[in-house]
């Protein structure tokens, strides 16, 4: 089993920042991509971030030059940066890993539970 768990949500100001942190644990061979993703209410679920086991990162365009990720690859953590909130960025963060676990052949995804930032006007 492979479970992922994030942290950091909360209640922010327009124009703060908040940090989000997920940490994937279980019986987990390698991590392909890690990312972060965001569903307000009435809305699809949406990209915010992306990173590879290299480092290499894809961001949502609302999020570009405000959100920073960065994983640390021995502790199976990916974090989330964000800076100047607006109240558009209100919704629940989701974390993303795709995960090579123990008896398995291939990658697959999986999803942490979800964490609620509101950002106040």
């Known amino acids: 089993q492979v479970q992922l768990v994030e942290s950091g949500g909360g209640l922010v100001q327009a124009g703060g920042s908040l940090r989000l942190s997920c940490a994937a644990s279980?019986?987990?061979?390698?991590?392909?991509?890690m990312g972060w993703y965001r569903q307000a209410p009435g809305k699809q679920r949406e990209l915010v971030a992306a990173?590879?086991?290299?480092?290499?990162?894809n961001y949502g365009t609302s999020m570009k030059g405000r959100f920073t990720s960065s994983r640390d690859n021995a502790k199976n953590t990916v974090y989330l940066q964000m800076n100047s909130l607006k109240p558009e960025d209100t919704a629940v963060y989701y974390c993303?890993?795709?995960?090579?676990?123990?008896?398995?052949?291939?990658?697959?995804?999986?999803w942490g539970q979800g964490t609620q930032v509101t950002v106040a006007s």
């Open positions: 993303n890993a795709a995960v090579l676990a123990f008896g398995r052949t291939s990658y697959l995804s999986y």
């Open positions: 279980g019986s987990i061979l390698s991590i392909n991509s």
């Open positions: 990173i590879t086991s290299g480092g290499s990162t």
